[in-house]
């Protein structure tokens, strides 16, 4: 990452988390008013606060910090100082164990509200797609076994429709998690419709980070042969020195014929600082180059780049083969958004169990670092996309704050059905105990989380 991509991923990642820990600590704040709770501070950030007002008639603080990964609401409670008698009524401690228990729950659940409603925006503006189509299937892969055949369009998955290539890859590995056999039902090239399964046993894919569901089963996502024909060429770079213009239209690279676009970067990628045979037309006349790829690092990939941008010219009739869009009425919308955050939301869920039990590698665990870096590029996309990347942090948090971990949300909703079932609340010390394990353990998934965020900038 340069420079600039990186300033840029900082303020969207800040921009990101604000967003978010807002919402969820205004979720606990809203709550603790409905329920008559003096609030002392609203706090968005940890450490030194930049900025503090008070307002309202308890004069709460609304502060920023300067340390911008969470924040809290600090609540009149006896436990943490002494409280005046008129305002006992008040303090949060002596609330009934409902009142406690919403106004904790409240956190997470707004967490989850605000992912249904960004997706609920999404689905009525419209959500653009591509429908999804089967490119090349693996010689000896679960899918060509199974009678996948190129162009296949895949219909439902286990019974799930799939309008498009997203919501069939989310489908697959909310599945994939704990189904053995994924059932597929395809319409093929001349609109037969038909259904393979897809047996999911002894597959890994959640052993490995860097592995993909769609490659481990054979498939992959069908692309028009559009040969690649150069846009721009970048000065200074390698194709300039090759001697490549633009409106040049690529035949053949290293001696095997290029059929389109994707062969094209694959090969280029394949081979940094190899030097390379170039057949191109130009004016209707073929001309042999020499083209040789420079080395840059890419997720901890050495690839090739030349240094170009390529005409993608597809044909309008096929262009409105492959696009879709997802876009309801404002009642559709609102539950297509619910069932796409329950569907996020189990799905971490389950992959978590599965940490915990390891039947899945800890180097899935993504930190600040990974979270930044996808920050800033959902938001170069466009507004849509960053509004699905908040979605998605949004439920990760929403689910990893119910966990019932002390020092969480969840923790603390242990310690209240605990109290409900024993007639009291749990003692002093056995609450600071489990401060102390909640916060080690808290500590560790971080320094892992960390440790793989940096391990993904190395290697």
């Known amino acids: 990452m340069d420079f600039i991509s990186i300033i840029y991923s900082a303020l969207a990642f800040v921009a990101a988390i604000g967003i978010l820990v807002t919402i969820h600590e205004f979720g606990h704040y809203w709550v603790a008013r409905l329920c008559g709770v003096k609030v002392l501070r609203f706090s968005v950030g940890f450490g030194k606060p930049l900025w503090i007002k008070k307002a309202g008639p308890d004069q709460t603080e609304y502060v920023l910090a300067a340390i911008p990964l969470g924040g809290y609401v600090k609540m009149l409670d006896q436990r943490e100082g002494d409280v005046a008698s008129e305002e006992l009524p008040r303090a949060f ?26 997706y609920s925006v999404m689905y009525l503006s419209g959500v653009n797609g591509i429908k999804p189509y089967i490119g090349e299937i693996g ?14 369009l895949i219909l439902s998955i286990n019974g799930v429709d799939t309008l498009s290539w997203e919501k069939a890859r989310l489908t697959m590995m909310q599945q994939a998690v704990d189904q053995p056999v994924l059932r597929l039902q395809l319409q093929s090239r001349n609109l037969q419709i038909r259904e393979v399964e897809l047996d999911l046993d002894g597959l890994s894919f959640l052993q490995d980070e860097k592995i993909d569901l769609l490659e481990q089963l054979g498939l992959s996502m069908w692309r028009p042969d559009i040969p690649p024909k150069i846009d721009e060429v970048i000065t200074g770079g390698a194709a300039e020195a090759a001697g ?16 389109n676009i994707n062969q094209w970067v694959e090969k280029i990628r394949a081979n940094p600082e190899v030097e390379l045979d170039l057949l191109v037309l130009r004016n ?17 990939k050495q690839i090739g ?20 869009i997802e876009q ?19 799905l971490t869920l389950k992959v978590l169990g599965k940490l915990v ?3 899945a590698s800890v180097k899935n665990l993504s930190g600040p670092i990974t979270i930044a870096k ?9 507004l849509e996309q960053f509004f699905s990347f908040l979605a998605i942090i949004s439920i990760s948090l929403g689910v990893l704050n119910l966990l019932p971990v002390p020092m969480l949300d969840g923790g603390h909703l242990m310690y209240y059905c605990i109290e409900v079932i024993k007639g009291s609340p749990v003692s002093e010390s056995m609450e600071a105990l489990g401060q102390r394990i909640g916060m080690a353990l808290l500590m560790m998934l971080m320094t892992l989380a960390i440790y793989n965020d940096v391990l993904r900038l190395v290697e």
Do not use: C
Not at 141 to 151: F, L, N, R
Not at 284 to 300: A, E, M, N, V, W
């Open 374 to 382: 996808y920050a800033g590029l959902s938001a170069q996309i466009g």
């Open 357 to 359: 039990i390891g039947e």
């Open 284 to 300: 209707q006349q073929q001309l042999l180059l020499s083209i040789t790829p420079r080395s840059k690092q890419d997720d901890g």
């Open 139 to 152: 010689g000896s892969s679960i899918a060509h076994s199974a009678g996948v055949q190129t162009e296949d």
């Open 305 to 324: 780049y030349i240094g170009v941008r390529n005409i993608v010219e597809i044909p309008e009739e096929l262009r409105l083969r492959l696009k879709v």
């Open 244 to 259: 490549l213009i633009a409106g040049d239209e690529i035949i053949s690279l290293g001696g095997d014929k290029v059929r």
């Open 93 to 118: 401690n002596r609330q009934s164990v409902a009142k406690r228990f919403a106004i904790v729950f409240a956190g997470p659940a707004f967490n989850f509200i605000f992912a249904i409603l960004a």
């Open 328 to 346: 309801y009425g404002p009642l559709e919308a609102f539950i297509q958004a619910i069932d796409k955050t329950w569907q996020m939301s189990t």
